[in-house]
C-alpha cells in the first residue's frame, strides 16, 4: 500500500527548506554557476568539432566528459533552482526514477571516463611514436562507448534495486535531488544488503579506474623525470596536470559519499558535497582544462577572429 501511494504521490526534496536565507543566496550563485557551466561545457564541445587541430583522441574524450557534465548538471541543477524559489518542492515517482538513473549512469560513466582518458595520456607520454597507432579513432571510439555502456548498466541494476525496497509511505527525502542514501534511508526494512552491493558495486565504479589512473601516471612521471630538458618536462606535466587535477575532484568527493560506511554519513555534509560534485565540478573542468591548454585558446582565438572578420 505505501509503495502504491508514492507512485502517486511521489516524493518531496526537503534539500535547504531548513535555511530559507541560505536558500535565496544558493538561487543566485548556483544560476550563475549553471550558465557558467553550459557556456565553458559547450564551447569546448564546438571548439573541438571546429578546429581541426583539435580533431585528436585527447580532444574526443574531453568532448564526451563535456557533453556527460553538461548533461549531469541538468539532470538536478534545474530542478534545485525551481525547489529553491518555490514553496512546492515535491518531485513524481517517475521524475526521482529518472533523476536517479540518468545521475547514477553520467556519474558511473565519468568514472570510467576519467580513466580512458589517464590511459590517453599514458600513450600520448610514454609511447608518443606509437601513439597514433594505439589511439586508433576505433578504439577511441570503442573505449568512449563502453564507458557510457558500463554507466548504464551499473546505473539500472542500482535504480531496479532502490526502488524494490518498500518505503512504507515515507516520502520526504533530505536531500535536493534524489540520491542513493537519502533514498534508502526512508526504507521502513533493513538495507544492509542494498547497502553493501552499492558499496561493492562502487568499489569496481571507482577504484578500478583509480588504480588505472595511479598506473598511467606512475609511468608518466618515470618518463618525465628521464626527459633532460626542462622544457620537455613542463610540456609533459602541462599535458597531464589538467587531467589529474579534475580527477582528484571528482573521485575526492565521489569516494568520500559512496565508500564511507552509512552510519558515518552526515545528510549536510552530503548535501553540500553533492553540491561540489553536480555543479562545481562541471563548471570548473572547462576552466581547468583551458586555462594553460594553448591549443584550446589558439583555436578559440581563430574561432572569434573569424567571427569577427565575417562581419
Not at 501511494?5 to 535555511?19: A, H, M, N, V
Not at 582544462?289 to 569577427?308: I, Q, S
Request: proline share 4%; with cysteine.
Amino acid at each position: 500500500l505505501g509503495a502504491f501511494k508514492i507512485s502517486f504521490t511521489g516524493f518531496i526534496l526537503l534539500g535547504f527548506s531548513d535555511r530559507p536565507q541560505l536558500e535565496r543566496v544558493l538561487f543566485v550563485v548556483l544560476l550563475i554557476f549553471y550558465l557558467l557551466t553550459l557556456l565553458g561545457n559547450m564551447s569546448i564541445i564546438a571548439l573541438s568539432r571546429l578546429d581541426p587541430h583539435l580533431q585528436t583522441p585527447m580532444y574526443f574524450f574531453l568532448s564526451n566528459l563535456s557533453f556527460l557534465d553538461l548533461c549531469y548538471t541538468t539532470s538536478t541543477v534545474p530542478q534545485l533552482l525551481v525547489d529553491l524559489r518555490g514553496a512546492d518542492k515535491s518531485i513524481s515517482f517517475a521524475g526521482c526514477v529518472a533523476q536517479l538513473f540518468v545521475s547514477l549512469w553520467l556519474g558511473s560513466t565519468e568514472c570510467i571516463l576519467l580513466g580512458v582518458m589517464a590511459f590517453d595520456r599514458y600513450a600520448a607520454v610514454c609511447r608518443p611514436l606509437h601513439y597514433t597507432v594505439i589511439m586508433h579513432p576505433r578504439l577511441c571510439s570503442l573505449m568512449a562507448s563502453a564507458s557510457w555502456f558500463i554507466g548504464f548498466v551499473n546505473s539500472s541494476l542500482h535504480t531496479v534495486f532502490i526502488f524494490l525496497v518498500p518505503l512504507c509511505g515515507r516520502n520526504k527525502i533530505e536531500h535536493f535531488f534524489c540520491e542513493v542514501t537519502p533514498l534508502l534511508k526512508l526504507a521502513c526494512v533493513d538495507t544492509t544488503g542494498n547497502e553493501n552491493e552499492i558499496f561493492f558495486a562502487s568499489v569496481i565504479i571507482l577504484l578500478i579506474p583509480v588504480a588505472l589512473i595511479t598506473f598511467s601516471y606512475g609511468q608518466i612521471v618515470r618518463v618525465v623525470l628521464a626527459i633532460k630538458s626542462a622544457s620537455g618536462q613542463r610540456k609533459a606535466f602541462g599535458t597531464c596536470g589538467s587531467h589529474l587535477t579534475v580527477v582528484s575532484l571528482f573521485y575526492g568527493t565521489g569516494i568520500y559519499i559512496y565508500l564511507q560506511p552509512s552510519n558515518n554519513y552526515s545528510q549536510d555534509q552530503g548535501k553540500f558535497i553533492s553540491l561540489f560534485y553536480t555543479i562545481v565540478t562541471p563548471m570548473v573542468n572547462p576552466v581547468i582544462y583551458t586555462l594553460r591548454n594553448k591549443d584550446v585558446m589558439g583555436a578559440m582565438r581563430k574561432v572569434l577572429c573569424r567571427g569577427y572578420d565575417s562581419r
